[in-house]
């Protein structure tokens, strides 16, 4: 990074998160959303454009290898983002391209192919989230008796990306000599086995393949158990979060800081990137206005079953405009170390929602943000998280698509510019130098000391 980029004003990293359709639950019924091209990639293709156009730092593809949610009432079927973002890659030049990819249920070697592959195809734009997956059901999916408990997945996470960082390093930068003289290829002394044995994973190595642009892929995270802010503050460069009062989000910041530092991390390198679902109007009341006519087509099958999931209690016989019946929350268990299951109980005990008006809240983001407003006051909330210690940027999560981003990009990101809160320009390509993180080296590149 350049003498001129440190000394230059702190600026937002943005970040577009995409799910088929928007995030809003009932976006798929709302009449200016875009359902016939779910699963065309051309659609997807043209939202990575506009994001690009609009110098955001990359896409984001959530993804899970189970069927979590109920298919009859959302548009909340799966693609598999490697695939989509291949494809995508070809046809952009600068986005940043992000995929979730579980530790429970890959293996680290084809992961590494995976995401190397996305690496040199896209010349340095691969970001990997690093997720344990918490569907139950996906267990069924790789025969499986049962899903592993939530320690034993963050165990097997911090083993998991262990093995693949190994793995990335395995090929040291200039291992390829490509000498047509001598008829050397390769200098072989930079190419090395890894040899892991632990107790999840044995990994020979070396990779079949060279270093990527990036050294290998960002590391971004996604969890904020306890479990989830430890595994985050020694290996993510990026976190995706939840939060719903800036309050929560400031413990939330201080706390990832503050541990990354005390591992020996630079925690400037630690991007915390919470998620915001932006309803703008020309007015606040018009905002408020579309943002109930979402709520409106909402079916209660679907978000019943969803804040079920999030609590792991079954709500479907309570009167759904009564208060919510805190008492039947569980006070431990596997569900309760759950970050969203947290943000819920927050919501729960700071506002005494009724069960429909906690169900709206969640209805559209599973948690995040919700704001409501016009674009200086969306512009506004931004701006408060991102210089009040609470974001270094945020995970932009349109209601619908692909009207949701419209409004956004051209009203929100150029007030931001204005406040000189956000690039007007790309200077880097690939995504790191977006996010401002430093290239890392080869663990291999540096020589073993003898000991006396």
Avoid: C
């Avoid at 006051?377 to 931004?382: F, K, P």
């Amino acid at each position: 990074m350049s003498d001129q980029q440190t000394s230059a004003r702190r600026q937002l990293n943005l970040n577009l998160f995409i799910y088929p359709g928007g995030h809003h639950e009932a976006a798929w019924r709302y009449k200016d959303s875009d359902l016939e091209h779910l699963l065309d990639i051309g659609y997807y293709i043209d939202l990575a454009r506009q994001a690009e156009a609009a110098k955001f730092d990359g896409i984001f593809f959530a993804d899970g290898p189970a069927l979590a949610d109920n298919i009859r009432y959302a548009s909340r079927f799966r693609l598999e983002p490697l695939t989509w973002l291949s494809a995508i890659a070809a046809a952009t030049q600068r986005i940043g391209l992000i995929a979730t990819a579980s530790t429970t249920y890959y293996e680290p070697y084809n992961l590494a192919r995976l995401f190397a592959s996305l690496d040199h195809i896209s010349k340095g734009r691969a970001g990997w989230n690093i997720v344990t997956t918490g569907a139950e059901q996906a267990a069924a999916n790789f025969g499986l008796a049962s899903h592993p408990a939530h320690s034993e997945r963050y165990s097997r996470a911090r083993e998991f990306v262990e093995v693949i960082g190994k793995l990335w390093d395995s090929w040291e930068d200039g291992a390829i000599v490509a000498d047509r003289a001598s008829g050397v290829f390769a200098d072989t002394d930079k190419i090395h086995t890894i040899d892991h044995i632990g107790r999840y994973f044995n990994v020979r190595g070396p990779f079949n393949s060279p270093r990527t642009p990036q050294g290998r892929p960002v590391y971004v995270q996604a969890g904020s158990s306890a479990d989830g802010r430890a595994f985050a503050a020694q290996y993510a460069e990026a976190i995706f979060t939840a939060h719903q009062t800036l309050s929560n989000a400031q413990e939330f910041y201080k706390d990832i800081k503050t541990q990354a530092r005390s591992l020996g991390r630079n925690p400037d390198h630690v991007k915390v990137l919470p998620g915001i679902s932006p309803f703008i109007g020309a007015t606040e009341a018009q905002a408020r206005a579309l943002y109930d006519e979402f709520n409106e087509l909402t079916q209660p099958a679907y978000s019943l079953g969803l804040l079920s999931r999030l609590l792991g209690v079954d709500v479907s016989g309570y009167d759904i405009d009564a208060p919510f019946p805190r008492e039947i929350i569980p006070a431990e268990g596997e569900r309760t170390v759950a970050s969203r299951f947290k943000v819920v109980v927050d919501i729960i005990e700071r506002e005494n929602p009724t069960i429909r008006q906690l169900t709206h809240r969640l209805a559209g983001a599973r948690g995040h943000w919700v704001a409501v407003g016009t674009p200086e006051q969306i512009a506004d909330n931004i701006q408060t998280w991102f210089e009040n210690g609470a974001a270094d940027g945020f995970n932009v999560m349109p209601p619908w698509l692909t009207g949701g981003f419209d409004i956004f990009a051209q009203e929100v990101v150029p007030i931001l510019r204005r406040r000189g809160l956000f690039r007007e320009e790309y200077t880097g390509t690939t995504l790191r130098e977006h996010y401002g993180l430093p290239r890392p080296e080869s663990r291999f590149s540096f020589p073993v000391r003898e000991t006396a």
